[in-house]
């Protein structure tokens, strides 16, 4: 999102719709994987390729597309919040505060 309002908006659609603390926590956390895994690949296609093949192979021409604007350092330093983010979870912090502070963070 452009906004902060966006990023948080987005950020709440990470969430399952019951509350359950341990049921949020665990979806989060598969989320969130997901997502260091897909920024994983964004940093490799923005250095060409260098550096090993793709986790995700078969979105690898929308994760190319997504380079150019969104940039290698960018998406390191998002992989570095996303593992911040699942470090947390693990220490019991609030599902809903982590993904409200990753959302600021990417």
């Known amino acids: 999102g452009a906004t902060p309002r966006a990023r948080l908006q987005a950020a709440a659609a990470l969430l399952p719709g019951k509350s359950s603390s341990s049921g949020e926590r665990a979806a989060l956390?598969?989320?969130?994987?997901m997502l260091g895994s897909l920024l994983?690949?964004?940093?490799l296609a923005a250095q060409g390729g260098q550096g090993g093949p793709m986790a995700n192979e078969d979105l690898s021409a929308d994760l190319e597309r997504l380079a150019g604007p969104f940039g290698g350092d960018r998406a390191v330093r998002g992989y570095e919040a996303v593992d911040r983010a699942i470090a947390a979870l693990g220490r019991n912090a609030s599902p809903k505060i982590v993904a409200a502070w990753l959302a600021v963070h990417l």
């Not at 994983?40 to 940093?43: G, Q, S, Y």
């Open 29 to 33: 956390a598969s989320r969130l994987t």
């Open 40 to 43: 994983r690949d964004v940093a």
